[in-house]
Every structure is written in C-alpha cells, then in structure tokens.
C-alpha cells in the first residue's frame, strides 16, 4: 500500500530485553516523527528525522531510546533495557515537507503496542 | 512552550443532530491547528487543518472547525452526525517555525447513537 507501514503490530517483551520497531515512510516524504501514544492519552513527541538527519530527539524519555533512518526512508527506534513504563503504542508519522515551508498534514501509521512483562 | 485542552473526555450526540468537539490551543506566534481521528487499533487520520486564511476550515467526511483567535479555539463541528463518525478525536497544534512537531490533545470520544 501507499501508507505508512509499521512492524511489528503487537510486541510482547519481557523487562530488560532490547526491541526495536520499524516505520516505513510514504516513499518521497522528507520529514519522519516517531511518537508514543500511552492509554487514554494522546500522541507525545518523541523524535523528528529530516531525510537520514535526526534534528530534534528532544521527546526522548531516556538514553535507553535510540533512533535511527540511515538512509533517509525507513526508520527504526529501538529501546534497550525495556521497562514496564515503556510499554504503549508507538506511532511513525511521515509528511512531505522539508522544514521550510508551512506545516503539512503527518500520515500516521497504526502504530506497533508494545507491552513489557 | 505549546499546549492544547480538550475539555470533554466523551461527547455523546444523536445520528443526525449536529456535534461539535472543544478545542483550545496556547501557542506563541501565529498557531497551526489540525483535527486527527483515531479508530481503535489504528493510526490518526488527518481530518482538517488551520494555516491561514478563513476562519471556517472544510475537511474530511463533512467535518468543519472554526478558528477563533480570540478565544483560542479551534471547535470541530458537524452538521448532522453518523454513527460511523463514532470515534476518538484529537485535536493538534504546531509551531510556526521550522518542523511542524505536533502537540496533541489528550482526546475526546465521540459516540454518535442511533
């Protein structure tokens, strides 16, 4: 399909183990936004890619999250060392724009839940 | 720092009547606003946006918001509601420099009965 796509949709892991999880961007979309999504709350920010650069990581809740998009499309967030209070839904958002012109509408993917034991 | 309220955890409307979802924003300089819907286990969909222009936004599905500036508001409406459009809401606002970060309201359920 044309949308963003993000694998696994469920993840089960225990606490201390490593994960990471995939977003696959529209093809041509410049900006990527990672963000998670607790229950009963709304998205929060967690980092922003522009092509392979990382240039905002400021939503990050610890140096156990790390990001990465290599080569400036698909984009992978990987948490070490998870933690129960890690566990929620985590959502990729891709969209066109290439931080300088006016905001356009981020497509969303349906998000991977992660749930630490 | 930016900031949006949803007053409302849950809006309950008739099919058929008209609903309006609450919304205000706090944001330094002029805001971008957007209107997303989440169905259960999925992503947001975009539904509409505010950038500049006439106050009165057309979106989606037959959705509308009404920016206020005054008020720093940004309402959802709809002139007749569908059962279908039952579903979480949330509204968003962006910086007006730079990426578009969104920051999200912490949503609202709409249920729409027959």
């Known amino acids: 399909g044309a949308g963003v796509s993000q694998s696994p949709r469920y993840k089960v892991a225990k606490r201390g183990q490593d994960v990471a999880l995939r977003c696959d961007p529209i093809s041509g979309h410049v900006s990527l936004f990672w963000y998670q999504q607790a229950l009963g709350q709304g998205p929060e920010f967690l980092t922003y890619?522009?092509?392979?650069?990382?240039?905002?990581k400021s939503g990050l809740p610890s140096d156990r999250f790390f990001a990465e998009r290599p080569e400036g499309s698909v984009s992978t967030l990987k948490i070490q060392r998870t933690q129960q209070e890690d566990s929620a839904v985590y959502l990729c958002?891709?969209?066109?724009?290439?931080?300088?012109?006016?905001?356009?509408?981020?497509?969303f993917g349906d998000g991977t839940r992660l749930s630490i034991l | 720092a930016q900031s949006v309220a949803q007053p409302e955890d849950q809006v309950n409307v008739a099919e058929g009547n008209p609903l309006t979802v609450k919304c205000t924003y706090s944001?330094?300089?002029?805001?971008?606003l957007f209107w997303y819907v989440q169905y259960p286990n999925r992503g947001l969909q975009f539904l509409l946006k505010?950038?500049?222009?006439?106050?009165l936004v057309k979106g989606s599905y037959g959705f509308e918001a009404e920016f206020n500036k005054s008020q720093t508001s940004f309402h959802l409406k709809k002139p007749s509601a569908l059962v279908s459009d039952s579903a979480l809401y949330f509204c968003a606002v962006s910086r007006n420099s730079g990426y578009s970060t969104l920051t999200f309201g912490k949503g609202t359920m709409l249920l729409v009965s027959p």
């Open positions: 958002a891709s969209s066109f724009e290439g931080g300088h012109t006016k905001p356009q509408p981020q497509h």
């Open positions: 944001v330094s300089g002029n805001p971008y």
């Open positions: 505010y950038i500049t222009g006439d106050n």
């Open positions: 890619f522009q092509n392979e650069a990382q240039l905002d």
